[in-house]
Protein backbone atom coordinates (compact mmCIF):
# COMPACT_ATOMS: atom_id res chain seq x y z
CA UNK A 1 0.00 0.00 0.00
CA UNK A 2 2.96 2.32 0.72
CA UNK A 3 4.12 1.45 -2.23
CA UNK A 4 0.78 2.65 -3.79
CA UNK A 5 0.30 5.62 -2.32
CA UNK A 6 4.34 6.85 -3.30
CA UNK A 7 3.27 5.85 -6.57
CA UNK A 8 0.53 7.68 -6.77
CA UNK A 9 2.51 10.96 -5.70
CA UNK A 10 4.99 10.37 -8.78
CA UNK A 11 2.83 10.04 -11.31
CA UNK A 12 0.91 13.27 -9.92
CA UNK A 13 4.19 15.09 -10.18
CA UNK A 14 5.30 13.93 -13.52
CA UNK A 15 3.48 16.87 -15.09
CA UNK A 16 2.22 14.94 -18.06
CA UNK A 17 0.32 11.46 -19.18
CA UNK A 18 1.79 8.14 -19.81
CA UNK A 19 -0.13 6.22 -22.31
CA UNK A 20 0.19 1.95 -21.98
CA UNK A 21 -0.24 0.24 -25.16
CA UNK A 22 -0.76 -3.38 -24.86
CA UNK A 23 -1.29 -5.00 -28.31
CA UNK A 24 -2.30 -8.62 -29.37
CA UNK A 25 -3.89 -9.24 -25.91
CA UNK A 26 -6.34 -12.39 -28.15
CA UNK A 27 -2.67 -14.00 -28.60
CA UNK A 28 -2.41 -14.52 -24.96
CA UNK A 29 -4.20 -17.79 -23.72
CA UNK A 30 -7.47 -17.72 -21.54
CA UNK A 31 -5.66 -17.64 -18.48
CA UNK A 32 -2.91 -15.29 -19.37
CA UNK A 33 -5.93 -12.84 -20.51
CA UNK A 34 -7.48 -12.69 -16.97
CA UNK A 35 -4.73 -12.63 -15.33
CA UNK A 36 -3.72 -9.36 -17.56
CA UNK A 37 -7.30 -7.44 -17.41
CA UNK A 38 -6.93 -8.30 -13.11
CA UNK A 39 -3.41 -6.10 -13.33
CA UNK A 40 -5.26 -3.70 -15.58
CA UNK A 41 -8.06 -2.76 -13.39
CA UNK A 42 -5.74 -3.02 -9.85
CA UNK A 43 -3.43 -0.35 -11.29
CA UNK A 44 -5.93 1.74 -14.11
CA UNK A 45 -6.11 4.41 -11.35
CA UNK A 46 -3.11 6.14 -11.52
CA UNK A 47 -3.13 9.38 -11.84
CA UNK A 48 -1.79 10.53 -15.30
CA UNK A 49 -1.96 7.07 -17.44
CA UNK A 50 -3.92 6.01 -19.76
CA UNK A 51 -4.44 2.29 -21.00
CA UNK A 52 -4.48 1.14 -24.68
CA UNK A 53 -5.83 -2.37 -25.30
CA UNK A 54 -5.76 -3.95 -28.89
CA UNK A 55 -7.91 -7.22 -29.50
CA UNK A 56 -10.54 -9.19 -30.74
CA UNK A 57 -13.29 -8.72 -28.65
CA UNK A 58 -14.61 -12.32 -29.00
CA UNK A 59 -11.60 -13.78 -28.07
CA UNK A 60 -10.99 -12.00 -24.80
CA UNK A 61 -14.92 -12.24 -23.62
CA UNK A 62 -15.02 -15.69 -24.01
CA UNK A 63 -11.48 -15.91 -21.93
CA UNK A 64 -13.19 -13.53 -19.56
CA UNK A 65 -16.30 -15.47 -19.40
CA UNK A 66 -15.31 -17.58 -16.27
CA UNK A 67 -13.52 -14.87 -14.35
CA UNK A 68 -16.20 -14.31 -11.27
CA UNK A 69 -18.75 -16.08 -12.77
CA UNK A 70 -20.10 -12.87 -15.00
CA UNK A 71 -20.34 -12.47 -18.52
CA UNK A 72 -17.15 -11.72 -20.27
CA UNK A 73 -18.81 -8.57 -22.16
CA UNK A 74 -19.90 -7.34 -18.70
CA UNK A 75 -17.00 -7.89 -16.75
CA UNK A 76 -14.84 -5.82 -19.21
CA UNK A 77 -16.88 -3.10 -19.39
CA UNK A 78 -16.42 -2.46 -15.77
CA UNK A 79 -12.86 -2.23 -16.77
CA UNK A 80 -12.66 -0.19 -20.18
CA UNK A 81 -14.16 3.02 -19.95
CA UNK A 82 -14.10 3.97 -23.96
CA UNK A 83 -14.29 1.10 -26.54
CA UNK A 84 -13.56 1.35 -30.07
CA UNK A 85 -14.77 -1.11 -32.90
CA UNK A 86 -11.86 -0.76 -35.45
CA UNK A 87 -13.42 -1.70 -39.17
CA UNK A 88 -12.05 -4.07 -41.61
CA UNK A 89 -9.41 -3.09 -43.96
CA UNK A 90 -10.56 -2.52 -47.27
CA UNK A 91 -10.18 -5.47 -49.13
CA UNK A 92 -8.84 -3.44 -52.26
CA UNK A 93 -6.15 -1.84 -50.08
CA UNK A 94 -5.25 -5.48 -48.77
CA UNK A 95 -4.51 -6.92 -52.44
CA UNK A 96 -2.36 -3.67 -53.51
CA UNK A 97 -0.51 -4.41 -50.72
CA UNK A 98 -0.01 -8.10 -51.28
CA UNK A 99 0.87 -7.60 -54.60
CA UNK A 100 3.37 -4.79 -54.06
CA UNK A 101 5.06 -6.88 -51.20
CA UNK A 102 4.90 -9.92 -53.72
CA UNK A 103 6.50 -8.19 -56.45
CA UNK A 104 9.11 -7.87 -54.00
CA UNK A 105 9.79 -11.53 -53.45
CA UNK A 106 9.74 -12.47 -56.64
CA UNK A 107 12.27 -10.27 -57.85
CA UNK A 108 14.91 -12.84 -57.69
CA UNK A 109 12.81 -15.05 -60.27
CA UNK A 110 13.85 -15.34 -63.89
CA UNK A 111 10.30 -13.54 -65.01
CA UNK A 112 10.05 -15.65 -67.96
CA UNK A 113 9.80 -18.63 -65.94
CA UNK A 114 6.77 -17.16 -63.88
CA UNK A 115 3.52 -18.31 -65.36
CA UNK A 116 0.92 -15.06 -65.22
CA UNK A 117 -1.81 -17.50 -66.55
CA UNK A 118 -0.71 -19.77 -63.84
CA UNK A 119 -0.95 -17.20 -61.31
CA UNK A 120 -4.26 -15.58 -61.86
CA UNK A 121 -5.97 -18.77 -61.50
CA UNK A 122 -4.22 -19.64 -58.55
CA UNK A 123 -4.98 -16.12 -57.12
CA UNK A 124 -8.56 -16.60 -57.81
CA UNK A 125 -9.20 -20.45 -56.91
CA UNK A 126 -8.78 -20.00 -53.14
CA UNK A 127 -5.41 -18.10 -52.64
CA UNK A 128 -6.92 -14.09 -52.18
CA UNK A 129 -9.44 -15.16 -49.93
CA UNK A 130 -7.09 -16.00 -47.47
CA UNK A 131 -6.01 -12.25 -47.10
CA UNK A 132 -8.36 -10.48 -44.36
CA UNK A 133 -5.73 -8.18 -42.54
CA UNK A 134 -2.75 -7.01 -43.65
CA UNK A 135 -1.48 -8.96 -40.60
CA UNK A 136 -2.37 -12.19 -42.74
CA UNK A 137 -0.28 -10.55 -46.04
CA UNK A 138 3.11 -9.87 -43.76
CA UNK A 139 2.98 -13.41 -41.96
CA UNK A 140 3.06 -14.55 -45.77
CA UNK A 141 5.16 -12.09 -46.94
CA UNK A 142 7.74 -12.58 -44.44
CA UNK A 143 7.72 -16.67 -44.70
CA UNK A 144 7.49 -16.43 -48.16
CA UNK A 145 10.58 -14.26 -49.01
CA UNK A 146 13.04 -16.47 -46.71
CA UNK A 147 11.87 -20.25 -48.54
CA UNK A 148 11.73 -19.20 -51.91
CA UNK A 149 15.53 -17.71 -51.70
CA UNK A 150 16.30 -21.02 -50.29
CA UNK A 151 14.59 -23.01 -53.18
CA UNK A 152 13.51 -20.27 -56.38
CA UNK A 153 16.07 -22.31 -59.20
CA UNK A 154 14.29 -25.81 -58.13
CA UNK A 155 10.44 -25.74 -58.12
CA UNK A 156 7.58 -23.64 -60.18
CA UNK A 157 7.30 -20.26 -58.44
CA UNK A 158 3.68 -20.08 -58.72
CA UNK A 159 2.88 -23.87 -57.28
CA UNK A 160 5.54 -22.68 -54.45
CA UNK A 161 3.48 -19.33 -53.27
CA UNK A 162 0.23 -21.72 -53.52
CA UNK A 163 1.89 -24.67 -51.20
CA UNK A 164 3.41 -21.92 -48.88
CA UNK A 165 -0.03 -19.96 -48.58
CA UNK A 166 -1.39 -23.92 -47.10
CA UNK A 167 1.41 -23.92 -44.83
CA UNK A 168 0.63 -20.62 -43.65
CA UNK A 169 -3.12 -20.70 -43.25
CA UNK A 170 -4.04 -24.64 -43.74
CA UNK A 171 -0.89 -26.17 -41.69
CA UNK A 172 -2.76 -29.47 -41.19
CA UNK A 173 -3.96 -29.92 -45.22
CA UNK A 174 -0.30 -29.05 -46.05
CA UNK A 175 0.98 -32.32 -43.85
CA UNK A 176 -1.31 -34.06 -45.49
CA UNK A 177 -0.28 -33.43 -48.71
CA UNK A 178 3.46 -34.08 -48.19
CA UNK A 179 2.27 -37.24 -46.07
CA UNK A 180 0.32 -38.32 -48.82
CA UNK A 181 1.97 -38.16 -52.25
CA UNK A 182 0.71 -41.19 -53.97
CA UNK A 183 -2.75 -40.10 -53.60
CA UNK A 184 -2.17 -36.47 -54.60
CA UNK A 185 -0.33 -37.25 -57.44
CA UNK A 186 -2.54 -40.32 -59.15
CA UNK A 187 -2.56 -40.59 -62.91
CA UNK A 188 -6.06 -39.66 -64.61
CA UNK A 189 -6.78 -42.42 -66.59
CA UNK A 190 -5.95 -45.37 -64.13
CA UNK A 191 -9.26 -46.24 -63.23
CA UNK A 192 -12.89 -46.59 -64.57
CA UNK A 193 -14.59 -43.40 -63.19
CA UNK A 194 -17.68 -45.80 -61.69
CA UNK A 195 -14.63 -47.80 -60.02
CA UNK A 196 -15.29 -48.25 -55.96
CA UNK A 197 -12.10 -47.35 -55.78
CA UNK A 198 -12.76 -43.34 -56.91
CA UNK A 199 -15.03 -43.17 -54.26
CA UNK A 200 -12.49 -44.15 -51.70
CA UNK A 201 -10.09 -41.84 -52.66
CA UNK A 202 -12.57 -38.97 -52.96
CA UNK A 203 -13.49 -40.08 -49.14
CA UNK A 204 -9.74 -39.85 -48.40
CA UNK A 205 -8.93 -36.55 -49.98
CA UNK A 206 -11.82 -34.92 -48.04
CA UNK A 207 -10.89 -35.68 -44.82
CA UNK A 208 -7.41 -34.11 -45.80
CA UNK A 209 -9.45 -30.52 -46.97
CA UNK A 210 -11.37 -30.36 -44.12
CA UNK A 211 -8.62 -31.14 -41.50
CA UNK A 212 -8.09 -27.39 -40.98
CA UNK A 213 -11.99 -26.65 -40.21
CA UNK A 214 -14.53 -26.27 -42.45
CA UNK A 215 -14.26 -22.63 -43.25
CA UNK A 216 -11.19 -22.94 -44.35
CA UNK A 217 -11.89 -26.45 -46.26
CA UNK A 218 -13.42 -24.48 -49.40
CA UNK A 219 -9.96 -22.40 -50.05
CA UNK A 220 -7.59 -25.36 -49.02
CA UNK A 221 -9.64 -27.75 -52.05
CA UNK A 222 -9.30 -24.67 -54.44
CA UNK A 223 -5.86 -24.39 -54.36
CA UNK A 224 -5.29 -28.14 -54.22
CA UNK A 225 -7.03 -28.41 -57.41
CA UNK A 226 -4.49 -25.32 -58.53
CA UNK A 227 -1.20 -27.92 -57.30
CA UNK A 228 -2.35 -30.75 -58.36
CA UNK A 229 -4.58 -30.84 -61.65
CA UNK A 230 -5.33 -34.74 -61.94
CA UNK A 231 -7.34 -34.02 -58.98
CA UNK A 232 -10.32 -32.94 -61.13
CA UNK A 233 -10.34 -36.15 -62.08
CA UNK A 234 -12.05 -37.47 -59.31
CA UNK A 235 -14.44 -34.87 -59.22
CA UNK A 236 -15.48 -34.23 -62.89
CA UNK A 237 -15.04 -35.27 -66.41
CA UNK A 238 -11.51 -33.72 -66.97
CA UNK A 239 -9.27 -36.19 -68.15
CA UNK A 240 -5.19 -35.21 -67.93
CA UNK A 241 -3.52 -37.63 -69.92
CA UNK A 242 0.13 -39.34 -69.28
CA UNK A 243 1.20 -36.49 -72.08
CA UNK A 244 1.13 -33.63 -69.33
CA UNK A 245 3.21 -35.02 -66.98
CA UNK A 246 5.99 -33.83 -69.52
CA UNK A 247 4.89 -30.41 -69.87
CA UNK A 248 4.66 -30.20 -65.53
CA UNK A 249 8.12 -31.85 -65.64
CA UNK A 250 9.19 -29.36 -68.01
CA UNK A 251 7.81 -26.58 -65.52
CA UNK A 252 9.35 -28.28 -62.57
CA UNK A 253 5.45 -28.37 -61.37
CA UNK A 254 4.57 -30.10 -57.71
CA UNK A 255 2.14 -32.38 -59.64
CA UNK A 256 5.20 -33.85 -61.01
CA UNK A 257 6.74 -36.89 -58.81
CA UNK A 258 10.39 -35.84 -59.41
CA UNK A 259 9.63 -32.57 -58.42
CA UNK A 260 7.11 -33.03 -55.77
CA UNK A 261 9.25 -33.75 -52.48
CA UNK A 262 11.84 -30.76 -53.61
CA UNK A 263 9.28 -28.70 -52.46
CA UNK A 264 8.61 -30.15 -49.12
CA UNK A 265 12.67 -30.47 -48.39
CA UNK A 266 13.03 -27.16 -49.42
CA UNK A 267 16.19 -28.66 -51.72
CA UNK A 268 16.78 -31.01 -54.11
CA UNK A 269 16.18 -35.13 -52.74
CA UNK A 270 19.15 -37.27 -52.19
CA UNK A 271 20.41 -39.37 -55.70
CA UNK A 272 18.32 -36.37 -57.86
CA UNK A 273 20.00 -33.80 -60.29
CA UNK A 274 19.33 -29.95 -58.91
CA UNK A 275 18.53 -27.33 -62.13
CA UNK A 276 21.51 -25.61 -61.02
CA UNK A 277 23.66 -29.04 -61.91
CA UNK A 278 21.54 -29.39 -64.91
CA UNK A 279 22.33 -25.63 -65.85
CA UNK A 280 26.13 -26.28 -65.48
CA UNK A 281 25.74 -29.70 -67.42
CA UNK A 282 24.12 -27.50 -70.56
CA UNK A 283 26.48 -24.80 -70.17
CA UNK A 284 29.70 -26.72 -71.53
CA UNK A 285 27.05 -29.30 -73.25
CA UNK A 286 29.27 -27.78 -76.41
CA UNK A 287 32.91 -28.63 -75.24
CA UNK A 288 32.98 -32.44 -75.31
CA UNK A 289 36.00 -32.68 -73.04
CA UNK A 290 34.34 -30.15 -70.07
CA UNK A 291 31.29 -32.37 -70.16
CA UNK A 292 33.03 -35.49 -69.92
CA UNK A 293 34.38 -34.34 -66.96
CA UNK A 294 31.45 -33.30 -66.02
CA UNK A 295 29.63 -36.61 -66.32
CA UNK A 296 31.59 -38.64 -64.90
CA UNK A 297 30.36 -38.06 -61.38
CA UNK A 298 27.05 -38.65 -62.15
CA UNK A 299 28.31 -41.89 -63.70
CA UNK A 300 30.35 -42.58 -60.35
CA UNK A 301 27.25 -41.91 -58.04
CA UNK A 302 23.96 -43.35 -60.35
CA UNK A 303 22.67 -40.89 -61.02
CA UNK A 304 23.48 -40.62 -64.93
CA UNK A 305 19.61 -41.80 -65.46
CA UNK A 306 18.38 -39.06 -63.63
CA UNK A 307 20.34 -36.91 -65.31
CA UNK A 308 19.60 -37.59 -68.99
CA UNK A 309 15.50 -37.72 -67.71
CA UNK A 310 15.69 -34.21 -66.64
CA UNK A 311 17.94 -33.53 -69.84
CA UNK A 312 15.00 -34.57 -71.95
CA UNK A 313 12.70 -32.04 -70.11
CA UNK A 314 15.25 -29.38 -71.91
CA UNK A 315 15.13 -31.24 -74.93
CA UNK A 316 12.97 -28.21 -77.06
CA UNK A 317 14.90 -25.65 -75.22
CA UNK A 318 18.82 -26.67 -76.50
CA UNK A 319 20.15 -25.36 -79.49
CA UNK A 320 22.01 -27.46 -82.02
CA UNK A 321 25.10 -27.61 -80.73
CA UNK A 322 24.09 -28.38 -77.50
Known sequence: RDEKENLD?????????????????DRLTDKEIRLLFQIIKINADFPNTIYLVTFDRNVVENALEVEQGIEGREYLEKIVQVGFNIPLADPKLIEQYLFAELDKVIAVIDQEKFNKDQWASLYYHGFKDLFITIRDVKRFINSLEMTLNMIHNEINPVDFIGLEALRMFSPKVYQEIAKNKALFLIESGL????????????????????????????????ISFQLFPQLEHIYSNVN????????????????????FDTYFLLGTPMGEVSQTELDQIILVSTNSEKLDELLQPYLDDNRIRSLIKKLRDRFNSLSISQ
Not at 14 to 23: E, N, P
Not at 199 to 218: R, T
Not at 240 to 259: L, P, V
Request: overall charge positive; charged content about 40%; hydrophobic content about 35%.
Open 9 to 25: KLFKELGRRIVIVLDDI
Open 240 to 259: YASGWQQQWREEKRICSGIY
Open 191 to 222: WDRQDRWQQNIKDKLEKIFIADGQDKEAISKS
